[in-house]
């Protein structure tokens, strides 16, 4: 029997069976069929009440390990299965004149072929029951930076597996449309600031440029178009035709969080009654 063909008939005979279902008699003839291959011979074992086999020179990547037969079918047939880990709480944020912002981390462990050894948690070593475990933990990411927090685990053969969640912080950028001109002299900065938060967060995302396409539904309004300065100046396009009859002023826009950054505020320069399709480049 070559070593192809000895695969093949104990793959398909252990198919359907788990290693507490397989007999002695399919134990005995598996030990048989290995001592008709090249590169095995067998070694009186006690513990086995029988030979166990020891591989010689020759078998190609067949050494999963084990002193008997029955750790050799264990290891080879249903390999161990790593533990399993999972850790969420990551977010994108808007940008904060805090110092930090609170992150309340989530993690999951799962035991599969050995008990749960160590578990780690942002650096923090939390008491591992040996089996599955779910819990959480409060932190304090550092305000406008991105971070990442880790997790770990063992098992008891010390193998480890990791997993990760992200902060991010993004500023914001409107697109809406009214009939109010707030390119008024009289408007202030604060006030622009707040009738952007009070009214218009509903057509705003967090992002991080200038650049979008869009349709916007007008009513004898102003579309209006806002994002950091420091994004660069815009170019227009409206149903595909380049638009420069957009009005452009700079002001210091105050978010939700307090964060002053200066903001590019554009206006069409006239009223629509349309729904119009905007490419913001």
Not at 40 to 61: C, H, L, Q, T
Not at 69 to 83: Q, S
């Amino acid at each position: 029997m070559d070593f192809q063909d000895f695969l093949i008939k104990w793959n398909e005979r252990f198919a359907d069976n788990i290693t507490g279902n397989i007999s002695e008699s399919d134990l005995r003839e598996f030990a048989k069929d290995i001592t008709r291959l090249d590169g095995f011979e067998a070694v009186s074992d006690p513990k086995f009440n029988g030979d166990r086999m020891v591989s010689r020179e020759g078998i190609p990547n067949v050494n999963v390990g084990g002193a008997t037969v029955t750790e050799f079918l264990e290891r080879y047939f249903f390999p161990a299965i790593p533990p399993g880990i999972s850790l969420s709480g990551g977010s994108t944020f808007e940008f904060t004149a805090a110092e930090t912002v609170p992150v309340n981390l989530e993690w999951s462990v799962v035991r599969n072929t050995y008990p749960i050894k160590t578990i780690t948690v942002d650096g923090e070593e939390i008491q591992a029951t040996g089996n599955n475990q779910t819990g959480n933990k409060s932190v304090e990411a550092p305000a406008n930076e991105s971070s990442t927090f880790w997790a770990e685990v063992t098992d008891s053969e010390d193998t480890l597996r990791k997993a990760s969640t992200s902060v991010s912080f993004r500023h914001r950028r409107f697109f809406f449309a009214t009939p109010n001109n707030y390119f008024s002299a009289s408007d202030q900065d604060l006030a622009l600031s707040n009738t952007l938060n009070n009214y218009h967060l509903n057509r705003s995302e967090l992002a991080t440029s200038r650049a979008k396409s869009y349709s916007q539904p007008c009513d004898e309004e102003y579309f209006y178009y806002a994002y950091p300065k420091s994004w660069k100046a815009a170019t227009f396009k409206v149903n595909g035709l380049l638009n420069d009859a957009v009005i452009e002023k700079e002001f210091q826009y105050t978010n939700q969080n307090g964060f002053v950054e200066t903001y590019y505020l554009y206006r069409s320069n006239g009223k629509n009654t349309a729904t119009l399709s905007i490419e913001v480049s």
